[in-house]
C-alpha cells in the first residue's frame, strides 16, 4: 500500500453522549462548605477588582523589564526573572531592548513600608539566561528555570550575590522556546515541583542515575526545535508524552512524573492539602483550560503516546473541547474549566488570610491573552472537583458607573499582560505584568521591554511583611503558616531539623480553626518519627474533615512500602477522595496484594464519576486482563446485563479478553446507542488482531446503521495507526495512487538541460497551472534543481495557479512580481465596517477558520481572536502571516518514492504519516513510501495580497475579527 487519503469532512459519525459526573456524598465531614465568588466590582486605577480591594503599581521600569516569574523571599522581597532577550531568532535585537550579557534576575523591595517598591537590584546576570521562565527561592538557593537546564544559584554569604552555580537538571527540549521548562516550586511535603512543555524531547537524568525520557510529534516554534520523538519509555517502564508536571526530593534524587500530555501548563500550583492545580495552553482554537491534575494523570493533548495530535484523533462531529484534550478517550482525566482563547500564565493558590475567609483557598490563574486573573474556589464533585470561573481583576471589562473609554482602537487596556501572580509574606497578591499589545507566538513588540508589578490589598487594610526568626522554633512554625509558599518551606525544613523534640509544637497547630495549617502540621508530624506518625494515622482513621484525611493518606504512603498497610484501612472511606487515593497509590501494586482492595474499591463506585473511574483505572494499569477476569465472574453470563458500572471499567481497561462480551455489546438491541457506542469505542482502543476482526465485522453490520456508520469511520481511522500492522489493509481497501505518467514526462522534460529552454519553459508553465504540477515545482525549486532562470521565467505562471496552497508557498522560492505594498498605518486610518468585515470572512477566511460553530477548522480558530489581539497586531498577522506561525501550523512537505507531493499540517508520525492538507483532506502515507521530509519555511495561510484585499477591505475585516469575544460562543 503507498498512501490512501481520508476527508473528514465526508464521513458520517454518530454523536457520542458524554459521560457526566455526579459526585458520591461523603458520610461525614460535610461540616464544611465551600464560599462562592459572587462577588462584586469596582473600578480601581483602571482595572476592575473586587469591591474593597486596592491595586497599586507596586513597581514598574527600569526596575524591572519583561517579567516572566515571581516568587517571594523571608524577607518579603520580590524576585523576578526577566526575559529581555526574548526569543532573538524572531523579535530584532537591534530594535528593542537588548542585554549583550544576558538576562537577569532581580530583587526588588519595599525598605520603607509604604507599598511601593524602592529597591531593585540585580541578583544575577547571566550568558546562561536566554529568557528564563522561572524562579524559585528556597533559603540560599535560587532555582532559576532556562531550558535545556534547571539551574541553582548559592548565595552563601547572604550578600545578594550568588557565589556558586550548579546545574541541578538539565536535558530537557525547548532551548529559547515558550514550551519549555517553568517554575519549580516547593510542595507541603517538602519536595520540589515543577513542570515543562512539550517542546521535547526531554532526556533528565536525576542524581541517582535515573532517567527520564519523554516526547511527541511537537515540533516547531524556535529554530532549535526541529526534531522531537514520541513513546519514548523512561526508567520507570512507561511512556510520558508532552507537557510534563515533576516531582524530585530537594536532593535532586527521586525524579518522577506526576502528570502529563499537556501541551503548556506555564506553572503548577500546590494547596496545602497536597493538590495540584494548573492551566494549559490550546492550539489557538478555544480550549484553554484549568484543572486537578490527579497525580499520574494522563491530561489527554496527544493519544497516548504522542505519536498523532488532537487534530489527527478529532472523530467526526466532535466539538472541539473535547476533541483537544481527548475526553472520549479511555484513559484521560477530566479536562477542567474551559476557559476561551488565551494565553494561560502564573497559577498560585492563595491560602493568606488577609482578604477574610472568603478568599482563603482560592486559586488564582492569570491568562496574559485575556487581560485577566481568573479566581476559584475549587468544591467537591464526587472524586474530584468543580470549578467556577470568576474574573478576579481584569483590565478590560467596562465599567458600570459610566467610565467611558473613548478610543478603542488606541485602547492600552489590552497591553496588560499578566505573566504571572504570587502570594507576599504580607498576605498580598503581586501581579506581573508583561506589558504588550500582543502575546504568544514569540513575538513581542514593546521595544522599551517595560514591565510592571501591581499589588493587590484589602481596602483600608496596611499590610507588612513580618520578621521571622528562623532560629527559634517560635519563628519556624510563623514561617511554616506563613501565606508565601516557597517561605513556608524554610520553616517545614528547620522543624523538621528538630526532629521528634517538635512534636509537640506542631501539634498544636491541629487545635487551629484554619485546615490550611492542620494539613500543613499533618505533612511535617508524618516525617517527625514514630510520634508523629502515630498522630497522622488517628487523623487518617478518625478525623471528620475528608480533606484531612486525604492529606493524611498522602503523607503516610510517600513511602510505598506502607501503601498496602494504610489503604487497608482507608479502602472503606465514605470519601470518594479518600478512595482516590487509595486506587492512585495502588498502581505500582502487583496483582496478587492489591487483588482484594481493587474490589473493594470497585463496589464503592457509582458508575457516574469520571475522576472516580480514572483512579480505578490507574489502580489496574498492567494489571487489566487479571481484574477484568475477578471482576467479570461477579457479573452476568450474558455482556448486555452487564452492571452499568462494570460496563463502564470495562471500557476504561479495554482488556484484550473482553473482545468478544464488547462486541456482542456493540450488537445487543437491549442497550441504548450510547452503551453500544461505548462498546464500540472500547474495542477500538484493543491492540489486537481480534479486536480488529471484530470491528470489521461491526462495519457490516447492517441491522444498526449507526453502529455500522461508528465502526467503519474507526476501520478506515484506525488502519492508519494503531492497527496498521495487524491487517492486510491493501486487501481490504484496494486503495493505492501513483503519480500519473503526464506528469513523470513533464518533470522529465523540464529537469533536461539537452531540451531547448523555450521547451522547458513551457513545459513548467503547463505544470504551474495545476495542483500536482505546482507541488512538484516547489520541491525541485526546495531541492535547489531549478536554475534561477528557469525559476524566473515560470513565476508569473506559478503565482496564477488557482490552488491557494500553491500561489502561498510558492513565495519561498519564486519571485511574486512586484505589487503594491500595504500599509499597516494606512488601514489604522481608516474606518472599518463590521458588517462588510464579516461579509469578507465569509468569503475570504471560512474555508479555513471557524468563528463558533461556523467555517472549517484547518487553520487556527477566529473564535475569540478579539480578546486576543489589538488591531495593530491583528492586521499584522494578516499582512505578514509568516512573521509568526501558530504552532502547529507550519507545513510539512512529503515527496513519495512514487513521485507524489504533498504539504500540510502534520497530524501524526508513527505506523503512518499523516498530514492534513488546505482543503482538509487527511493524506495518509506509508514511511516506507516517503522519500523527503522537511519543515516548510513558510505557512500555508495566504497574506494580504493574494488574498485580493484592498486596505479598506482590511479595516473592515479586522474590526469584525476584534469584536469576536469568547462570550459570543
Excluded at 508583561?434 to 504568544?440: A, F, I, L, M
Excluded at 512580481?817 to 489604522?828: A, D, F, Y
Excluded at 477566529?862 to 501550523?889: C, Q
Aim: glycine share 8%.
Amino acid at each position: 500500500m503507498t498512501y490512501f487519503i481520508n476527508n473528514a469532512i465526508q464521513v458520517m459519525f454518530l454523536a457520542i453522549v458524554s459521560l457526566f459526573a455526579v459526585g458520591c456524598n461523603d458520610l461525614r465531614g460535610e461540616h464544611y462548605t465551600t464560599p462562592d465568588l459572587e462577588f462584586k466590582t469596582e473600578i480601581e486605577d483602571g482595572f476592575v477588582v473586587p469591591v474593597g480591594w486596592d491595586i497599586a503599581l507596586w513597581a514598574e521600569s527600569p526596575s524591572l523589564y519583561n517579567p516572566t516569574n515571581m516568587d517571594v523571599d523571608a524577607k518579603g522581597r520580590i524576585w523576578v526573572t526577566e526575559a529581555v532577550n526574548y526569543r532573538d531568532f524572531n523579535n530584532d535585537p537591534e530594535k528593542r531592548l537588548n542585554f549583550e550579557k544576558g538576562d537577569r534576575v532581580m530583587i526588588l523591595e519595599d525598605t520603607d513600608g509604604d507599598g511601593v517598591s524602592d529597591s531593585s537590584k540585580v541578583f544575577v546576570q547571566d550568558k546562561d539566561l536566554v529568557a528564563p521562565m522561572g524562579i524559585a527561592v528556597l533559603g540560599n538557593k535560587v532555582f532559576v528555570s532556562c531550558a535545556p537546564s534547571l539551574l541553582v544559584y548559592t548565595d552563601e554569604n547572604g550578600d545578594d550575590v550568588p557565589d556558586k552555580k550548579e546545574v541541578f537538571l538539565k536535558g530537557f527540549g525547548g532551548l529559547d522556546h515558550d514550551h519549555s521548562l517553568h517554575a519549580l516550586i516547593a510542595g507541603p511535603d517538602g519536595k520540589y515541583y515543577f513542570n515543562t512543555g512539550n517542546a521535547g524531547p526531554h532526556y533528565v537524568t536525576d542524581k541517582a542515575g535515573w532517567q527520564l525520557r519523554s516526547g511527541s510529534v511537537y515540533t516547531g516554534g524556535t529554530p532549535y526545535n526541529n526534531e522531537n520523538e514520541p513513546a519514548l519509555v523512561s526508567d520507570d517502564g512507561r511512556i510520558w508524552v508532552g507537557g510534563l508536571a515533576l516531582r524530585m526530593e530537594k536532593d535532586g534524587t527521586g525524579l518522577e512524573v506526576v502528570g502529563h500530555n499537556f501541551r503548556n501548563s506555564y506553572e503548577v500550583a500546590l494547596d496545602s492539602y497536597g493538590n495540584m492545580w494548573q492551566n494549559d495552553n490550546d492550539d489557538q482554537v478555544v480550549t484553554c483550560r484549568v484543572t486537578y491534575i490527579m497525580e499520574g494523570g494522563n491530561a489527554g493533548f496527544f493519544n497516548a503516546d504522542g505519536k498523532r495530535t488532537w487534530q489527527a484523533d478529532r472523530k467526526p462531529g466532535q466539538d472541539i473541547f473535547s476533541a483537544h484534550w481527548h475526553q472520549e478517550d479511555p484513559g484521560v482525566m477530566p479536562a477542567g474549566d474551559n476557559t476561551g482563547a488565551g494565553s494561560p500564565t502564573g497559577v498560585v493558590v492563595y491560602e493568606g488570610e488577609a482578604f477574610g475567609p472568603e478568599y482563603q483557598g482560592m486559586l488564582l490563574s492569570a491568562d496574559a491573552g485575556r487581560n485577566v486573573i481568573f479566581a476559584y474556589q475549587p468544591s467537591k464533585e464526587g472524586a474530584g472537583f468543580h470549578l467556577k470561573r470568576r474574573d478576579l481583576i481584569t483590565s478590560m471589562q467596562e465599567s458600570t458607573e459610566g467610565y467611558i473609554w473613548n478610543d478603542i482602537d488606541d485602547d492600552k487596556r489590552k497591553w496588560f499582560r499578566p505573566s504571572d501572580v504570587a502570594v507576599g509574606t504580607d498576605g498580598a497578591i503581586y501581579i506581573a505584568d508583561w506589558y504588550d499589545p500582543v502575546v504568544g507566538g514569540h513575538q513581542m513588540m514593546d521595544s522599551l521591554g517595560y514591565g510592571r508589578i501591581y499589588r493587590l490589598t484589602p481596602k483600608g487594610k496596611k499590610l507588612r511583611n513580618p520578621l521571622l526568626d528562623l532560629t527559634s522554633v517560635d519563628g519556624q512554625i510563623d514561617a511554616l503558616l506563613n501565606p508565601a509558599v516557597n517561605v513556608r518551606n524554610l520553616g517545614f525544613e528547620k522543624l523538621l531539623q528538630e526532629g521528634e523534640t517538635v512534636v509537640p509544637e506542631v501539634q498544636k497547630i491541629m487545635e487551629s480553626d484554619n485546615p490550611l495549617h492542620k494539613a500543613r502540621a499533618i505533612w511535617l508530624l508524618s516525617q517527625l518519627g514514630s510520634k508523629g506518625t502515630k498522630i497522622v494515622e488517628n487523623i487518617l482513621e478518625k478525623e471528620p474533615d475528608p480533606r484531612l484525611r486525604v492529606t493524611a493518606y498522602r503523607a503516610l504512603t510517600d513511602n510505598e512500602n506502607s501503601v498496602l498497610k494504610y489503604a487497608s484501612v482507608a479502602v472503606d472511606d465514605p470519601s470518594p477522595a479518600v478512595r482516590r487515593e487509595v486506587a492512585i497509590s495502588l498502581r505500582d501494586i502487583p496483582w496478587a496484594q492489591s487483588e482484594k482492595l481493587i474490589k473493594e474499591l470497585f463496589e464503592s463506585y457509582d458508575g457516574k464519576d469520571p475522576w472516580y473511574l480514572e483512579a480505578l483505572g490507574m489502580a489496574s494499569d498492567g494489571k487489566e486482563e487479571e481484574a477484568y477476569a475477578a471482576l467479570v465472574s461477579d457479573q452476568p453470563e450474558n455482556p448486555t446485563e452487564w452492571s452499568v458500572n462494570f460496563a463502564s471499567l470495562v471500557w476504561r481497561m479495554h482488556p484484550k479478553s473482553a473482545v468478544e462480551a464488547l462486541k456482542k455489546r456493540a450488537m445487543a438491541e437491549n442497550l441504548s446507542d450510547y452503551h453500544k457506542a461505548r462498546a464500540v469505542d472500547a474495542l477500538a482502543f484493543i491492540s489486537d488482531k481480534t479486536a480488529v476482526a471484530a470491528m470489521i465485522d461491526l462495519k457490516n453490520f447492517e441491522e444498526h446503521l449507526e453502529i455500522q456508520k461508528l465502526a467503519r469511520w474507526w476501520v478506515d481511522f484506525r488502519m492508519t495507526n494503531d492497527w496498521f500492522s495487524l491487517w492486510d489493509w491493501q486487501s481490504e481497501t484496494g486503495i493505492t495512487f501513483e503519480l500519473t505518467e503526464a506528469i513523470e514526462r513533464q518533470q522529465e522534460t523540464l529537469l533536461d538541460e539537452k531540451k531547448p529552454f523555450s521547451e522547458r519553459v513551457a513545459t513548467g508553465n503547463i505544470m504551474a497551472g495545476t495542483l500536482i504540477g505546482g507541488r512538484l515545482l516547489i520541491y525541485l525549486a526546495s531541492e535547489d534543481k531549478l536554475s534561477n532562470k528557469l525559476k524566473n521565467a515560470i513565476s508569473a505562471a506559478i503565482f496564477e495557479n488557482p490552488s491557494l496552497e500553491i500561489k502561498t508557498l510558492a513565495q519561498e522560492y519564486f519571485s511574486k512580481p512586484t505589487e503594491e505594498r500595504l500599509s499597516i498605518s494606512s488601514i489604522l486610518a481608516l474606518q472599518g465596517d463590521k458588517s462588510k468585515g464579516e461579509t469578507l470572512f465569509s468569503s475570504k477566511c471560512i474555508t479555513c477558520h471557524t468563528n463558533g460553530i461556523i467555517g472549517n477548522d484547518i487553520g487556527p480558530a477566529l473564535s475569540a481572536i478579539g480578546e486576543k489581539f489589538d488591531k495593530t497586531a491583528m492586521l499584522d498577522a494578516i499582512v505578514r502571516p509568516n512573521a509568526s506561525i501558530v504552532f502547529g501550523y507550519r507545513p510539512t512537505m512529503i515527496k513519495t518514492k512514487t513521485g507524489q507531493v504533498f504539504y500540510g499540517f502534520l497530524l501524526s508520525e508513527a505506523e503512518t504519516t499523516v498530514l492534513k492538507d488546505i482543503t482538509g483532506r487527511q493524506i495518509v502515507i506509508a514511511p516506507d513510501d516517503i522519500e523527503v521530509q522537511k519543515k516548510m519555511k513558510l505557512g500555508l495561510m495566504p497574506d494580504a495580497k493574494t488574498l485580493d484585499l484592498s486596505h479598506q477591505d482590511l479595516a473592515d475585516l479586522s474590526t469584525y475579527l476584534l469584536s469576536l469575544k469568547n462570550s459570543d460562543l
